[in-house]
């Protein structure tokens, strides 16, 4: 399966009110590994940040200035997330904004993005496993031990590389071997470079008892997540 995890940043809360992107993140996984492929960039939103956005994210109207528009990374980022699983926290905000700006381009070959990839909204799954719980990104770091430390200001690929590592420990995967698997890159043409010597890896069989322990706990997880938990899928 591959998945795209995605985070932007915006002018305002609200695209009804004309505000746009000023920044997209997306990172890639393919069978719940980080490839290393990376989609980010910038835009000129062409219009002013609001004060309360630019305390979240920090990205001023100075530096967006010469930045390109969405009109002209459309195709690349519509190629990047083309039949991909988008992996999204409060889905409905990053995917009302992208659509918006999908419109503006009057392009009904693409229209929505739903058209070209589903959508996992993070926040509905975590909201469905700890009930009546915070459930922020951050609440989340904090829930699943995941380093944000470097999080003062909000920005889309950080986040989107926060919110893979938070999806794959919410959903139980090991994090760890993951992040140690991903490459370097730093553009959509990025190559997976595991650097890592497997034959140096000492392989320790589970005991029965672990056995029985795993796949308790893999059972309960898919009850939690009403059958989302991919382990039980692919064993």
Known sequence: MRQVVLDTETTGLEHRDGHRIVEIGCVEMVERRLTGRNFHVYLNPER????????????????????PKFVDIAKEFIGFIRDAELVIHNASFDVGFLNAELERLGDESVGRVEAVASVLDTLAL??????????????LCKRYEVDNSNRDLHG??????????????????QVDLCLDLAGDGDGIEGEVVTGLDLSRLKVVRASEEEVLAHQGRLAAIDEASKGRCLWQKHP
Do not use: C, W
């Open 48 to 67: 002013q940040v609001e004060g309360g956005a630019l305390e979240v994210h920090g990205i001023t109207d100075d530096f967006l200035a010469d930045k």
């Open 126 to 139: 975590a909201r469905e496993l700890h009930p009546g719980q915070r459930n922020s990104l951050d609440a």
């Open 156 to 173: 889309a690929l950080l986040d989107a590389e926060i919110l893979a590592e938070v999806y794959l420990a919410m959903t139980g995967g």
